[in-house]
């Protein structure tokens, strides 16, 4: 049984364990919170419990910066169900201001305008639902930077 369709009898009914798991993680999917190796000085994100680079378990939790850069993106056409409602969509890697890269949606652009080098900033969007009980999961995507 894969974990999408695992569920846990609780007393008060059944639940789908990964809606709970996402309920769980909401914090740290509503900003960018990431892990700085003490030893060596690796971030990473989203957050870990061992240094890839080191192996060292410590590790501080750190706030990333808001702002970045696309590096490279790709168009993403064929979706699971929970994400049908908005393909297709793009997803990049994304230098952020303080030179850690991650990977992220990308929202609020229209595909054609993307480019390596745009500049973008964190936002809070919908993730997807889940179909049965309703539950939106929100999450954080970047959008193009406005110009001021």
């Keep these: 049984m894969d974990s999408i369709s695992r569920q846990s ?14 309920w ?12 700085r190796c003490r ?16 192996g060292s378990s410590d590790l501080e939790e750190v706030e990333l910066p808001k702002r970045g850069r696309v ?19 793009a997803v990049a890697l994304i230098e952020l201001d303080d030179g850690t890269r991650i990977y992220g949606q990308l929202t609020d652009v229209d595909l054609d ?16 639902e ?5 539950q939106i999961v929100y999450g954080i995507k970047f959008r193009p930077v406005l110009s001021r």
């Design 9 to 22: 009898c609780l007393y008060w009914g059944v639940i789908n364990v990964t809606e709970i798991s996402d």
């Design 24 to 35: 769980r993680y909401r914090i740290e999917r509503y900003r960018l919170i990431g892990v």
């Design 39 to 54: 030893r060596c000085g690796s971030v990473y994100y989203p957050k870990r419990s061992k240094c890839i680079k080191c």
């Design 71 to 89: 590096v490279e993106y790709t168009i993403v056409r064929l979706l699971p169900d929970r994400y049908n409602r908005f393909h297709p969509y």
């Design 113 to 128: 305008k993307i480019h390596e080098g745009m500049e973008v900033e964190a936002t809070l969007r919908k993730l997807y």
């Design 130 to 134: 889940y179909g049965e009980s309703g």
